[in-house]
């Protein structure tokens, strides 16, 4: 019953390239129809998840289950149905037309391509008169992309994955392409998983978010990650201290790794300092930005301390509480406790 | 067979000096058996026939074909015609051989180190130059400074022989297209004819059949006899390179 | 000197005046040199996308091997082909010798390892992208060759032309296989060994035109294949 | 088919008995070769470059004439270098005729346009982007050319090999140019030849055995340069 | 006097690919030590742009005066002071390490390497004993982005010009870069333009913006495009109609080229609509973002129109008075006059 809903299950994943583990996920399900938002630093692993879950290669270790079986590369189920917009999209060396039903030749799929083209170059808002006819390289980089995307789009993929499909885009094609790709979820029931940088966009389209950092996930999205090194203090406090002085407690056993994260929900804002237990971290900061997460109604708030980031989730009525707008002097609060190591 | 056809091997001599042109049309037409050849050195010749790759040879290296017969992949060794070698040389003759024996020519080429072109090639015009040093009572020579091998075809021999101002032995043949190659006027002139060793005397062999069943004994046979009439005999006698009688028929 | 500008004139001639001779030598050299293109282009493709695509334990040896075969000597070519296809040889009984198909055999020989590492090196070149694009657009291994060998045709035209240069120039194999019978299997490369060892230069000038004039008139044809 | 068999026994004795014969024409080969592949390198490099890189308006032009080149049947080429340096004509004076020097020069116009077209079709393949970088990093003209170069290695190796096997197993420039003198200017192709027709096929076989490990051994030692 | 402190006139630049006109800027300069922001939307031209101000090409028409004098491609003085970062960074087919000095050594300045090395690393935050060895290859989308940036940063040119830096790297890193991009101005009075489709971004480090649109250049900085068709009324008017149902209505001759531009300056927000004359345009839509513009301390704010974005900018003051957070409803206000046409 359980399984039968899940697109994507991933038991045990090892990827190395070398001797360097890049990518350790001891347990990930992807539903089906479900649009799954990848959060994570360079580097951090999601371009390589991504090539797995299009079955572009094979994990060092580790299975996964497509539709509750496993499946390798090359095989017909997936080359069919699971697609992969690349992080560098690359063109063939023919005509914006013929790189757009390149995917549907395969699949000796070939009528009414004119009008299907058409369709995809218009979902990323491109026009059909003016760039079809172009060769590979007459176009300038967002419209490559573009590009790109619509000959994915036109495949009508069971599971659609994206990798920064937005990097080089302008803002009202960022647009077209959430509404492509909640549209491709509605209507044939795509699976999508997505990873951007783009983190107000990310929000926008995604029912879910997963954090990457150095190869580990984390199922409830956007975190504040804080990279050591730490001081240690009475054996069992670790320290941080910022540039302008002020410093980051933790609790935690002596870490290897050192790394600290703290989830957002964990943290709460105000504008002055309070009185509290010595476990009580209190940093001035400067609210950045505050983005609409259009699901929720909630708002998205970014403070800077100092160099460090930290995000946060607020509602209205907080805001209008605390009369609060970029630029304005808060102090976010969370205790040492609530911390994970990684 | 339906289609009567002979392959035969040559010597690249017979198909230079152009003697196969002018003789094969009046075979094939007086016989109707179509002959295609491939002129190679004699030792690919003889290589061939001994392979079964063609059905008749026609050589110019009488020891070697006695030694092809005796192994078993030739018969009927048949002497058709002749023609003969001479040595050849700068005008001015720096090792001064004009007019002697060929003995003595060979002699002196040696004591005075003058330049003397070798094929090199074990064809029977090389097979030749080997006996006549032999019978000059010299060690073969290799290796000296004096002694150039070309490992080439006669032309090409002469052609060295020229630009290095050097001696060479040609069969007549050769000589005669040399010469005319260069308007009359060649550089390297005859020295050293007549003498009896000198002569070049070419035979048509055929195949085993023991050796080469599917060879066309038959025809190969046919051949044979027919260089050896009487009339072939006139046509070769009365054959002429740029003016020049250059074969002597002798079958017998 | 004079023989090149003689050899200029003649090569004029024979073609003007439709020489037979000369006119078989090229039908012929045509024949043999198509064929052996189309079959070491065929066979070579194929293989050079393997050795070029797929990383493998040998890789590095087997490029070794193949750029050591691009130096077999046509002699030698020929030599092992008559070895197989004399009287006395395993498919003597078939009479390839001194027929143009025993040609085409050897020069299939000939040209397959330049079409291969030529083939290979320009695919090793090819960019990761274009590898992962196509797969994950769910091209087959069959689509997955086709679309990489036309992603680099300037490379595999390059490959082609390189083969046939050395195909139609090369005399070993057809002086050994086909025995430059005159009519049959003379090619224009031995009908110029031939009229060179005559020491008919200019003739053997002229034939060499001839057959850069083939050479030139195929590589045209081919030019719009060519990027603009 | 025995020949072959014992041509393969034959060319094991040959070099370990250290026939001096065989032994100087292995060092003559490696000489000239050696000597014309350092000339048609160092000229067909740049002259690839500049074809392979820039666009100008007979470029398309300028490619079919190269491709033709690659048809140079080698006899005509050593006729052509054969009037030059022969007695009569124009550079007679430099005594170049049957000499090594004059061999090494018939093959570097051998290897020129291999080396020229192969090079011209690689660059021709590389980014645009790679190109708009190194101008944007402050390349000058000699940088760009040697970066290029250097990023596209495999490929000029390539047309490296690919000019080596040519000119490690032509006959017919060494033959007319060089004469096949020998212990003087036989190369391992002419002795080939000779063997061969003087019908002594195993020894035909036998020395391009030879000449195959001599290419063996050299690629062996540039396979260093290949990508891992 | 003027001329002195100016890097860049360009006078009557027009550009074109084929028969194609990408680029027509009739005047525009550049001042020494300034830093540039180039905005706008996938093929308005902001990559031809930085290509010629590279002088990696040469205009079809026009002159571009560098330090006062028209300077031509790979004449020394570019060569060694000015420098591009493409859009596609490319790095050569060498260790990270080798890639990073290329450029150094192209300059015969050898001294030091690895020290500077691992500074320029530094700056782009990745570390010198884990990336200097690597492969061209061996890098993340993200981090081969840096890597380029690095291999720009040591040069340490008179201009930088920098198109999409940040399109594919981290938001840490984004910041990293700016400061980087900051230090050079500061500390080698570096020339920069910046390209980029990340607005909060581009605002936090640009001096001043240039829009671009079609080739065309508006150096007010970032403006609010309303594309036709328009539909025609009364002669006079045009009129967009939106998929709401809300209309927008606009004066000016009848346009062949129906492009609307219409200044950020000139839209006020509201939480009511006013009575007014009919020329005003009264659009009710869905405050969307809000990002601090650090230098002025104003906010730039986003607000939705069905499926129009308009930016304008905003002071805490007024975010205040109206109790302004992202997801609340407010009113748009501007006049139909107020509009360029191009
Ligand atoms: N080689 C080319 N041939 C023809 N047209 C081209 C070529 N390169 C770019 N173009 C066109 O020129 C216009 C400007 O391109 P440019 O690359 O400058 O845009 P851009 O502003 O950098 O866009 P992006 O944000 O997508 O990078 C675009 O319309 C593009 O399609
Ligand atoms: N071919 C390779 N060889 C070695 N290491 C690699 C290779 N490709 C990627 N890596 C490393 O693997 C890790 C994960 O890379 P990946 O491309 O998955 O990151 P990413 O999350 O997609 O980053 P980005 O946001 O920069 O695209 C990085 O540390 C990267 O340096
Ligand atoms: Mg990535
Ligand atoms: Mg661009």
Redesign the interface.
Known sequence: MTKINLTYHLKNIRHYYGNTKVLDIEDLKIEKGSITGLIGPNGSGKTTLLKLLAFAGRPTAGNILYNGRQEFPFSPTIRSKVTLLTQKPYLLKRTVFENIVYGLKIRKDKEYLETRVKKALSTVGLDYQDFAPRKWHELSGGEAQRVAMAARLILKPEVLLLDEPIASVDAKSAKLIREASLKARDTWGTTLVIASHDLQWLYSISDRQLSLFKGNIFSTGIENIITGPFEKINGESLVKTLGDGQAITLKGPAPKVCTAVIKKDSISIDLKKQAGDSGLNQLSGLLASMLLEKKSGHIMATVSIHDLSFVLRLTPDKISRLNLYPGKKVILRFHSNEVEWI | AGNKSL?MATT?STD?TGLLDYLIPHFEKETGISL?????????????GQ???VDVLLVHAPPAEKKFIAKGYGKDRRQVMYNDFVIIGPGNDPAGIKGKSISDALSAIKNKQAIFMSR????GTNKKEKILWKNAGIQQP??EKWY??????M??TI??AQ??NGYTMTDRGTYI??QS?KGGIAPLKILVEGDKILLNQYSVLTLDPKN?P?AKYDLALKFSNWMASQSTQNLIRDFRLLGKKLFTPNAK | MDFIVAGFIKAIELLVSGDSSTWTAVLATLQVSTCSMLLSIGAGLPCGFVIGYFDFKYKKHVRTLLDTLLALPTVFIGLAVYAFISHQGPLGEMGLLFTLTGIAIGQTILAFPIVTAITASTIENIDQDLKLTLVTLGAGKRHIIATCLWEVRYGILAAAVTAYGRVLTEVGISMMVGGNIKYQTRTVTTAIALETSKGLFADGIALGIVLIMIAFIVNLSLSFLRRQ
């Open positions: 392959m690249t230079n295609k050849w491939t002129a190679t050195g004699t030792g690919k010749a003889l290589k061939l392979n079964c790759d090199g090639d074990d064809s290799d290796k150039v091998q070309t490992g080439q075809g032309l090409a052609n060295i630009e290095r297209k040399y190659q080469c599917n």
